[in-house]
């Protein structure tokens, strides 16, 4: 047997963040076209409520276009729907002509949710499934503050939803229902059909179709992957059905076996396409970005810390103590690495981006220059954010992790 073609981690890290998107950034201010066409180059882009400094979603976004404002987001999701809301791994914002692919796992979760749910949500909901969606083919879009008359409602945390709420979200993830829009950031469902047409009306694909589409979309967009990663990556797939195809592939030679070297120098047997060996990506630009923790590049915390030896966790051992975190703190990166993280945090009434803290990776020199840089970024972020000013804390810069 031949041996494997090895990658180098900085070729590695490089190609990494080439497919998506974080080896530059695209000047002034993305027009429709080109910001939808950047959310199908990552092929998602993950929802998250926190705001922290602003919600995930926009600043994912904005790693990639500066330019990019939140408000830029909503014509495509609500307008033009040539985006919309469902499940990958997690809560995401997907282009609409994907949505097909997303008919099998509306299938799969019938099944799946209802045994789930039962457990976890109690069997009152299913008796209310017929009444809410007549509700809204009767009386159009409603949030789940607009079901339920005359249910018990809880206190307002996510497990504590009353049986039409939880009607209404099995609806959305078995399909009948999409979301037509958000208030705030409260969703408004309506029947699929009068959101999304004409795709909710094409034909479905074979599930080796989708199988096919969806493992061939995870290695463009990750470039070299285990079958765990490819499956994982929009979650419509199984593991067992990721195996096959890579087994499929490299049977028939679209796909080779690699060593991907590690940030610590160890290899790791990935899949990739015969041609990406010969690829040679760019030297990524040394412009200081601060990333969201959800951002696609950094969501698998064990691929992100083979590949760039950044252990994004709450708490890290460090020599001899536990060096703890708070729950959201933003990985920085600066060219093909990750230099460190940082606590900030939004102040709008008082116009204030309050930096609480920013820690160095072990190895990376907080000079002049690169501080300089940092807070720059952190100037630029400060207005995305609708703030005015950055205002450090007197011990804001801390030992290196």
Known sequence: MPARSILPNQTARRLFLHRHLLDDVRPGKPQDAALLATIERLGFVQLDSITTVERAHHMILRARWPGYRPEQLSPLLEDHRSLFEHWTHDASIIPTAYFPHWKHRFARDRARLVERWRTWRGDGYLANVDAVLTQIAEHGPVSSAEVGEGEARGTGGWWEWHPSKTALEYLWRCGHLAVARRDGFRKVYDLTERVIPAHHAAACPTSEETVDWACNAALDRLGFATSGEIAGFFATVTPDEAKAWCANGLQSGALVEIEVEGADGAPRRCLARPETLDETPPEPTGRVRILSPF?????????????????????????????????????????????????????????TLAVRAFWPERGVKPGAGRLQRLETELDRLARFSGCDRVEFAPDWLREAV
């Open 295 to 351: 951002d696609p590049a950094l969501r698998d915390r064990n691929r992100a810390e083979r590949l760039f030896g950044f252990h994004y966790r709450i708490e890290v051992f460090v020599p001899e103590k536990l060096r703890k975190y708070g729950y959201y703190v933003f990985p920085v990166l600066e060219g093909d690495r990750i230099i460190g993280r940082i606590d900030a945090k939004a102040d709008r009434q008082t116009g």
